[in-house]
């Protein structure tokens, strides 16, 4: 999924996936391109106001939402089920976000924190990481912290490579 997650063309993450997986028909398509071009309205805004658009459109508007009540359930990791049913897991949602926010402009990469995989968007000189899995919200480094401690216990610390963007392959 993420060989080229760095295209600016609005849908071009879901679009390679559906064609990898041969699931892509008709329908698939048409709803890729609703909901990846409408990320236009995000483009020339600052970092925070780029994450609250982002935010609005994606789990506000379009009611994107971590699937916390089923998170194991298969269709969480296919895209196509994923913008279909508007749930999934960190990364699948974190997919959506980056290539919403690449047909907008707007540098969002993928950040493998242990245990939860969250977004980072890079804009105008500043840095702000988010977790489409629970709606957007911005995360400070502490938040983060706390994210990890969750999964290796209250004596972790978060190792500042952490927080830096994966790699597309």
Request: charged content about 20%; some cysteine; hydrophobic content about 45%.
């Amino acid at each position: 999924i993420f060989d080229h997650y760095n295209r600016a063309r609005p849908g071009a993450i879901a679009e390679e996936h559906f064609v990898k997986s041969r699931r892509a028909g008709p329908p698939v398509i048409a709803m890729v391109n609703a909901v990846f071009g409408r990320g236009s309205v995000i483009a020339g805004l600052f970092p925070g106001e780029a994450a609250g658009a982002l935010r609005r459109l994606l789990f506000e508007q379009e009611g994107f939402r971590g699937n916390a009540e089923d998170y194991y359930d298969p269709r969480n990791s296919f895209l196509n089920d994923v913008l279909d049913r508007r749930l999934g897991i960190p990364i699948t949602l974190s997919v959506v976000y980056i290539d919403v926010a690449a047909g907008a402009g707007v540098t969002v990469r993928g950040v493998g924190l242990p245990g939860h995989f969250v977004a980072r968007l890079e804009r105008h000189g500043a840095t702000r990481f988010l977790d489409p899995f629970n709606g957007g919200v911005v995360l400070t480094e502490t938040d983060c912290r706390v994210l990890v401690e969750r999964v290796q216990g209250q004596a972790a610390s978060l190792d500042p490579a952490w927080l830096r963007p994966i790699g597309t392959r």
